[in-house]
């Protein structure tokens, strides 16, 4: 192979609003590398398969202080992917090793100094790579932890759960059914309804034609909410929030790539006593990662647990996928193949 | 005395803003009361010496579900009082015991019939009555209890906290003071402001002349967050979270007869990872009553824990005190004593 180019979606501009292929990012091949002699430096060198588009990746697009670092104009973008190890130098990986790294460059190969961040996965149940980037991966760990960390579900409350056809959303709406929960979910398409209908839930409903507020107020009162959303979605389960409810706040998407409604039903989160918690998943996956690895391969490969994914192959569209991944317009975990083996 | 005038305040119209004294309440002597022959039904009767007047209660004068019980039209307010027995049926109960009571109607004498949410006080300190609907009644234990419970506070982390010259408070800056955190303040008058320097709080300023988010940003972040505001000020408070914080949710002043301005910092609870705690008193208190009714009186005894008290004789003057309850102008922890001894 020797010299090969090096693709990579830089970081262009900050966007205005939502994020724009060919502006926000852009594509390039004008780097080269040789991957029999490049050097390591006591480090491996990583053929990346995959790489995940999340939600929260449009915060580190913002001139402003974001929770984990900001991408840097004219630097490829980065988060969770999969790569193999072509060639090593580092005692703890070998070649063929497959690299879970939470700081994956958006490009086609990288030398990583050591693991960390980063995890060589063993993929006992041989599940496609894509896999660890998403029910496996940050967003399945998301959903696990958190239900288990802050929801204190009892059987027979009422969960209201929102992005229920996305990787975060549709895997709580599995939790909360194992426990006992009636679910409502509410998701961006008529697709995306169904799916999240196939889980088990128990009202679905496309918020995009159907009143929230309404949903809520019908269906609750709530005593768990999961927000990814925030805005006014967040102000309905406010209004629809049973006595001690817990909020669990992974996100509000509503306001990453415009101004979001402000909130006007904060007040009640004294007056129905509710606890409402922030969190990241980096900083309480720990004492579940065990529990985690162990327990939830087995209920993907027995299809108790299930997912779906939105997999576009090739790096060049990722800056498509990243705006897909803010509008809502994909079908599941949005994940981009960047190589196959 | 036989029969005497049973004056009361009476809940007479829903106020549009701020309660206006004459129109939103009036004071009514109509109703006589026999009180050496009035039929006890097993029950006790009570003069009642003092009621408290609370920010809350503008809530329960609302046409909505408030987290207690609304204000009837016609019928007295009610709140938290002192009362000292007159006559009883009841065996818990002797003549000359004084009663704490919940549900203290806001007139002379009353008859209850049992202890359900009252309690005999011993007061061997020999506080006056007031006390106990400030420093060792309601709001010093809502201090001191969703202190204890919520705030997971650490020495050397920053408070800050509002209301500062209130009742609740004013007991806040001192717990903690003596848990050894920075304690910023904030309060509306310089009187109050005054009063908080000397009991040791680090940082106060006066919110009416003085930009919130400015000290904030200088003095903070803030680890941990006594709100009792809402509105701008919690806004200033979620800009300047510290990672991790606690925002313990008393209540929303700001709110109460006005619209309160929407949140706009909402989404900083995710990327802080803040957990925000709505709580009502009533709900938390039974765990921490032993200890506090063990702790609090000593410390208040050898001043140790310092209050202050705005006291008001005559209950037909109980309207105004709301207002001034309602805008803050009231000097310390507002009550009126209704009679002596």
Same mark, same amino acid.
């Given at each position: 192979m020797?010299l090969?180019?090096?693709?990579?979606?830089?970081f262009n501009?900050?966007?205005?609003?939502y994020?724009?292929p060919?502006?926000?990012?852009?594509?390039?091949?004008?780097?080269?590398? =040789?991957?029999?002699? @490049?050097?390591?430096?006591? &480090?491996?060198?990583? /053929? $990346?398969?995959c +790489?995940?588009?999340?939600?929260?990746?449009?915060?580190?697009?913002?001139d402003?202080k974001?929770?984990v670092?900001?991408?840097e104009i004219?630097?490829?973008?980065?988060?969770?992917?999969?790569?193999?190890v072509l060639?090593?130098?580092?005692?703890?990986?070998k070649?063929?090793?497959?690299v879970?790294?939470?700081g994956?460059?958006?490009?086609?190969?990288?030398?990583?100094?050591n693991?960390?961040?980063?995890r060589?996965?063993?993929?006992e149940?041989?599940?496609p790579?894509t896999?660890?980037?998403?029910?496996?991966?940050m967003?399945?760990?998301?959903?696990?932890?958190?239900?288990?960390e802050y929801?204190r579900?009892?059987k027979?409350?009422?969960?209201f759960?929102?992005?229920a056809?996305?990787p975060?959303?549709?895997?709580?709406v599995?939790l909360?059914?194992? =426990?006992?929960?009636? @679910?409502?979910?509410s998701? &961006?398409?008529e697709? /995306? $309804?169904?799916? +999240?209908?196939?889980?088990?839930?128990?009202?679905?409903?496309?918020?995009?034609t159907?009143?929230t507020?309404?949903?809520?107020?019908?269906e609750?009162?709530?005593?768990v909410?999961?927000?990814?959303?925030?805005?006014?979605?967040?102000d309905?389960a406010?209004a629809n929030?049973a006595?001690?409810?817990?909020?669990i706040?992974?996100?509000?998407?509503s306001?990453?790539?415009?101004?979001a409604?402000?909130?006007?039903?904060?007040?009640?989160?004294?007056?129905?006593?509710i606890?409402m918690?922030?969190?990241?998943?980096?900083?309480i996956?720990?004492?579940y990662?065990?529990?985690?690895?162990t327990e939830?391969?087995?209920?993907i490969k027995?299809?108790?647990?299930?997912?779906?994914?939105?997999?576009?192959?090739?790096?060049?569209?990722?800056?498509?996928?990243?705006?897909?991944?803010?509008?809502?317009?994909?079908?599941?975990?949005?994940v981009v193949? $960047?190589?196959?083996?």
């Amino acid at each position: 192979m020797a010299l090969v180019k090096n693709g990579k979606l830089l970081f262009n501009e900050r966007p205005q609003d939502y994020p724009i292929p060919g502006k926000t990012t852009v594509y390039d091949e004008s780097e080269t590398i =040789d991957l029999d002699n @490049v050097p390591l430096n006591g &480090g491996y060198l990583l /053929k $990346v398969l995959c +790489v995940s588009l999340d939600p929260y990746m449009r915060g580190r697009m913002k001139d402003s202080k974001s929770y984990v670092g900001g991408f840097e104009i004219g630097k490829p973008l980065s988060n969770f992917g999969v790569g193999v190890v072509l060639r090593t130098e580092f005692d703890n990986v070998k070649v063929g090793d497959h690299v879970y790294y939470m700081g994956m460059p958006f490009q086609k190969y990288v030398i990583l100094p050591n693991l960390e961040n980063a995890r060589v996965i063993k993929n006992e149940e041989n599940f496609p790579w894509t896999v660890y980037t998403g029910v496996l991966g940050m967003p399945g760990l998301t959903a696990y932890c958190a239900w288990k960390e802050y929801s204190r579900a009892k059987k027979g409350e009422v969960a209201f759960i929102t992005t229920a056809g996305g990787p975060v959303g549709s895997f709580v709406v599995q939790l909360a059914k194992a =426990d006992g929960l009636k @679910v409502i979910a509410s998701a &961006g398409s008529e697709e /995306k $309804v169904e799916f +999240v209908k196939n889980l088990g839930a128990d009202v679905v409903f496309n918020y995009k034609t159907t009143n929230t507020a309404d949903v809520l107020e019908k269906e609750g009162p709530i005593d768990v909410y999961w927000d990814n959303v925030g805005g006014t979605t967040l102000d309905a389960a406010l209004a629809n929030a049973a006595l001690h409810s817990r909020f669990i706040e992974c996100g509000m998407i509503s306001g990453y790539n415009v101004d979001a409604p402000p909130i006007r039903n904060l007040m009640n989160i004294v007056g129905r006593q509710i606890t409402m918690t922030g969190f990241i998943i980096g900083f309480i996956a720990e004492k579940y990662l065990s529990d985690f690895y162990t327990e939830v391969p087995k209920l993907i490969k027995n299809g108790t647990i299930k997912y779906k994914e939105d997999v576009t192959n090739g790096l060049e569209y990722a800056g498509h996928v990243m705006e897909a991944v803010q509008r809502g317009t994909n079908k599941g975990k949005a994940v981009v193949v $960047v190589a196959d083996e």
